[in-house]
């Protein structure tokens, strides 16, 4: 290595500042095919109260990077170099040299962890309180005034403590179980907090109100955190400093600002462009090309040479060591070319690509088009109403979908967006034939889709099933394991077509691979799902849907399981071949920048939907830089970007949590967590009211909209109000 | 309404329906009983007439009547205790129950127990090597014998252990020519006697121990284990608390349900080894067509398995918080 430092081993060598220090630390698992590295001699600073952000695709070797530093990477991977713990008075510790009893104190006395699966951290069959209590009670502390201080965590986390410490793991939500864990992991007072993709499954909302939360704890506890995470623009605003994690090695680490707009590293600067986001302009956004490596097979010198585009032969052979990049000393580099790549980048991005993404066109439609595909009313219950005696079950009818009308055109694209639960998928497949409406009715071509399929859960007509395709969220399990490429895609071509021969069939895939990317097509029609990686199995769910000529298309979180320099390529891809097969995509996602960049780059409309129905409907310039409806600028709120903001806004939610399904709220359903609600909320119902105007369609439904509206002259809901009355207890906590 | 209202009645329910189905299935059943019995007990008597009031008292049923009259009859006996007279033992169906329930217990819960406890301690074994030697010679033992019948290995246990060695008894239930009562001799030779066909359904109860090792496995690779570590709590609590209770839990109903099937498995076991309990008075009332003992056994086997499934039912959710029901909230 070519660090100055390397040979600092137990001596703090950076000044007092620095909490954790890694030197030359490795994770490396014994396989089959040789010893997997999966941290590579990776050295770092962490600085006492301070945020660090660490960024990496999935295969980056961040959770690695994460258990390293509590000496918790499970067996049998081995952890060798140094982790030095320096503690604020005493000598100190080197965390991979401590005896089973010493590591037992401290973990989660001196750096706790949340981690990925914090939705299964806890014991399902103890309280909430027993996890409390038994933590401190294992590490020897006063259990009553350990308790103490987990409510007042809590409480700071906007939880109703008493009720939390009562509960059972099951009894809370996602959001909930996820902010119960970081109190859990700073009950012991911990001077640093690991925290590994803590907020990946959550809801927008949710994860930016944690996010904020953050902050405050880390200032009010004097906490040093560490935020991995795949999500670059999550942690841009929060982190003071942030690393970027390529191929298990660092590839920078600086001042969050600085990276952000000065990135030095050719993949730092990919990456960015690479993120979708809601402000930069679309044209800006690119795939980063190619593939990251397999931890067995790192390429020579610098790991990123395959993919650059300013790798030369010192790349290939020389491992570049840190340079000082930017203005402030602890801006490190991993590149040789780095003053390059900040100045010539820009250029080799722009030559490479400049024809490759498709141009933004305008899919909308004039108001006389014909619907494709039209929706009436449409209303979706789950679960039975008990019926009696004889009935075992429970009386639990949800409705995931209530009433909602849209059209989807020749050539559409519509997005739906919104938490989970808020029926958006729900409302997909049922606008496919995936799932039979409990009311309204489902037009294809002024044809009722289910017309003629009395009691089936499938559609009867063969056009219209042909006509309304999906692809899953995720690709790997909507695969078949078990068949070659070649079969999978040869079964939608031998229904639908049965007139092609063999050969014709053959050269239609083949042709098919090609066209989305993946070559040599005669290679991969050979091959298993498994032998194909995440970006290319959806290729291939792309491709069966598109070789039986759709006309409508679900995609169902389509982008959101891939990592994050994939998701422009696909979305491309997806656009192209819109345009390519003439086809109308209905995208559902929870994610407002994905949504946009689909949205936008076709013209398509992006539609917000709110506990079942839907709350604002419009062109994707609409929603995002004009939207009315509160819930829609709640979203806009919690959708991160990709600069560090001075000043954040006020969180534009009541309460961060989502009310009950089975109690619905009366009048406007988001009258319990609008910041704008008023009493007419509670008791009417707003209708969706046309907005259109020369800058786009959109519909709203909102009374603000409306000047006339008696609502202006009602009264404000506040937050006591909403607390004091007793037919709101379903609003889980107020925030 | 309360949900444990609804659970118990939905059992009395199911008690009913199989009562009712029994009743009306064998009344049209080819060779019905009562034909049957005045055939057989008629010729025997200087009146004929006799065998009706006979068949009144044996069954509780005037075969004179109309059907729903004799099911009212049949019904509102059973509802006083009375499930008639076995014509075999020529006693009181309930009597004859009495004396062979006892047996039946005794065994077959020796076999429930030892066959769960055994499996919960080897399963937990097996999933802590994971992969070894133990696990997997045990694990392909517990697939083959689960998969073998248990009568099979009742047979091969009885001509080995019985016939050929001579270690334990053929058949029978107590020792003969030993005064029963509370004496050592007495109770030894019920142990003996129970030995066999405790054993040979032990022994192939490889289920639980399969299950149990499943249930470990996915309790230690889940997450909150892994945070348990991380947390520092003590090896004890880890073991019991979080892997154990987790790993257990799921069995429960399982167990339940064996135990309420326990009447219902006896059958086979005890004719095997002419073990007068349940099981045998069973078939030896179905070989000597003895209507009213085969109602009442099938009865007691129905009532047994529902009033299990009843207390799995409503004891689940004192140990599972998560099947707590109805009244907490989902989110
Ligand atoms: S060292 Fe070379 S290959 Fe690696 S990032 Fe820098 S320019 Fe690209
Ligand atoms: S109608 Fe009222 S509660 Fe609903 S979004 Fe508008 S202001 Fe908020």
Redesign the interface.
């Known amino acids: 290595m070519t660090i100055s430092e390397s040979d600092a081993s137990l001596v703090d060598s950076t000044g007092t500042d620095t909490i954790v220090e890694l030197r030359d630390t490795s994770v490396s698992f014994g396989m089959d095919r040789g010893e997997s590295r999966v941290l590579n001699e990776v050295n770092i600073d962490i600085e006492r109260n301070e945020i660090l952000g660490v960024i990496g695709e999935s295969g980056s070797g961040k959770s690695m990077f994460a258990s390293a530093l509590l000496d918790a990477v499970p067996a049998p991977g081995t952890t060798t170099g140094d982790v030095i713990y320096h503690p604020e008075d005493g000598d100190p510790v080197d965390v991979t040299g401590l005896s089973k009893s010493e590591l037992k104190q401290f973990r989660w006395e001196e750096i706790s962890m949340v981690f990925q699966g914090a939705m299964s951290s806890f014991n399902p069959v103890r309280s909430v309180r027993t996890h409390f209590v038994e933590t401190l009670s294992a590490h020897d502390y006063d259990v009553d005034a350990g308790i103490e201080r987990a409510k007042d965590l809590l409480e700071d986390l906007y939880l109703e403590p008493e009720r939390m410490l009562e509960s059972y793991p099951h009894e809370l939500s996602g959001g909930m179980k996820q902010r119960v864990l970081i109190a859990l992991s700073l009950v012991l007072e911990p001077e640093m907090l690991v925290m590994d993709e803590p907020t990946a499954a959550l809801d927008l909302l949710m994860q930016q109100s944690i996010i904020s939360l953050l902050n405050e704890i880390q200032e009010k506890h004097d906490l040093t955190i560490v935020f991995i995470t795949h999500d670059l623009p999550l942690v841009a605003d929060l982190s003071d400093r942030l690393a970027v994690l390529y191929a298990f090695e660092f590839a920078e680490i600086g001042p969050a600002d600085e990276i952000l707009e000065r990135p030095a590293h050719p993949y730092t600067r990919a990456l960015l462009n690479a993120t979708p986001n809601l402000s930069a302009p679309l044209e800006q956004m690119r795939p980063i090309e190619g593939e990251s490596p397999d931890p067995v097979n790192i390429p020579p010198g610098c790991s990123y040479h395959p993919r650059c585009p300013l790798a030369d032969e010192q790349c290939k052979s020389i491992d570049p060591g840190p340079y000082d990049a930017g203005d402030s000393r602890n801006h490190d580099v991993y590149c040789h070319h780095w003053e390059q790549s900040i100045d010539d980048l820009e250029r080799a991005f722009t030559e490479s690509n400049s024809d490759d993404s498709p141009a933004t066109r305008n899919a909308s439609h004039s108001d006389d088009a014909e619907p494709l595909v039209s929706l009436e009313d449409v209303e979706v219950q789950f679960g039975s109403e008990n019926d009696g005696w004889l009935d075992f079950g429970e009386s639990d009818v949800v409705t995931a979908v209530d009433g909602i009308s849209f059209d989807i055109y020749e050539n559409d694209v519509v997005v739906l967006v919104g938490e989970s639960g808020c029926g958006k998928t729900t409302l997909g497949k049922t606008a496919v034939g995936l799932q039979r409406p409990t009311d309204g009715t489902i037009e294809y071509k002024d044809r009722d889709i289910w017309k003629g399929s009395s009691g089936s859960s499938t559609l009867e007509d063969e056009e219209i099933r042909r006509a309304l395709q999906i692809v899953h969220q995720d690709p790997g399990s909507s695969l078949n394991s078990h068949q070659r490429v070649r079969s999978i895609l040869s079964t939608p071509l031998n229904r639908w077509h049965p007139d092609l021969d063999g050969n014709d069939r053959r050269e239609r895939i083949l042709a098919m691979l090609e066209y989305v990317g993946i070559s040599p097509p005669e290679d991969y029609i050979e091959r298993y799902p498994h032998q194909l990686s995440g970006g290319e199995k959806q290729r291939v769910a792309l491709i069966r849907a598109m070789l039986v000529n759709p006309d409508l298309i679900l995609a169902d979180e389509a982008v959101s399981a891939l990592d994050v320099s994939l998701r422009v390529s696909i979305m491309d891809l997806m656009i192209e071949l819109q345009d390519a097969f003439d086809t109308s995509f209905l995208s559902v996602s929870h994610d407002l920048s994905n949504a946009r960049y689909l949205a936008e780059k076709t013209g398509g409309r992006i539609g917000v939907m709110y506990l079942g129905e839907l709350v604002e409907i419009g062109s994707a310039e609409q929603i995002i830089q004009n939207p009315q409806h509160p819930y829609t600028q709640a979203l806009r709120w919690a959708t991160p970007e990709l600069e560090q903001d001075d000043d954040p806004d006020e969180n534009p939610i009541r309460t961060i949590d989502v009310p009950d399904q089975k109690n619905m709220p009366s009048g406007c359903r988001y009258h319990t967590r609008c910041p704008d609600a008023r009493e007419t909320c509670r008791t009417q119902k707003p209708e969706l009211v046309d907005l259109s105007n020369e800058d786009g369609v959109q519909r709203t439904a909102c009374f603000r909209v409306d000047d006339d509206h008696e609502y202006w002259d009602s009264e404000p809901i506040t937050d006591d109000a909403v607390d004091g009355d007793e037919d709101d207890d379903h609003v889980n906590v107020s925030g | 309404m309360d ?1 444990r209202i ?1 659970r118990l ?2 059992s009395v ?1 199911t008690v009913w329906a199989v009562m009712t189905l029994t009743f009306v299935l064998t009344r049209f059943m080819p060779g019905n009983p009562i034909d049957y019995f005045l055939v057989e007990v008629g010729p025997d008597l200087d009146d004929p007439a006799q065998a009706y009031e006979m068949a009144e008292l044996y069954m509780n049923i005037n075969p004179e009547d109309p059907l729903y009259i004799e099911y009212y009859d049949y019904m509102t006996a059973f509802m006083q205790g009375d499930l008639g007279r076995s014509m075999s033992m020529n006693m009181p169906v309930e009597e004859v129950l009495a004396i062979a329930i006892p047996w039946t217990l005794f065994v077959m819960s020796w076999a429930v127990f030892l066959g769960f406890t055994a499996g919960i301690a080897i399963g937990a074994v097996m999933a802590y090597w994971e992969g070894g030697k133990f696990d997997t010679a045990l694990t392909g033992y517990a697939t083959i014998i689960t998969s073998i019948p248990f009568y099979v290995l009742a047979l091969v246990l009885l001509t080995i252990f019985a016939y050929r060695l001579n270690w334990f008894p053929t058949g029978g239930r107590q020792p003969e020519g030993v005064e029963p009562g509370f004496n050592f001799l007495y109770l030894t030779g019920i142990v003996h006697h129970a030995m066999l066909p405790v054993f040979s359904m032990f022994v192939t109860s490889g289920m639980a121990a399969l299950t149990m090792r499943g249930n470990s496995i996915r309790v230690l690779g ?3 284990l ?3 570590r ?5 090896d004890p ?1 880890i073991a019991i ?2 892997v154990a ?2 790993a257990i ?1 799921p069995m429960y109903t399982g167990l339940m349900i064996a135990i309420g099937s326990m009447f219902g498995g006896a059958v086979v076991l005890e004719e095997i080894f002419v073990y007068r309990g349940m099981g045998w008075y069973l078939i030896e009332a179905v070989r000597a067509r003895d209507y009213p003992l085969m109602m009442g056994a099938f009865t007691v086997i129905t009532i047994a398995v529902v009033i299990a499934l009843l207390i799995a039912d409503l004891t689940y959710g004192k140990i ?3 099947a ?1 029901g ?1 009244n ?4």
């Open positions: 949900w609804r009645g939905q329910f889940s997450d909150y892994r945070v348990a991380l947390r520092g709590l003590s609590t608390h979080y209770r987790n839990l599972d918080p998560r707590g109805e907490r909230e989902a989110f």
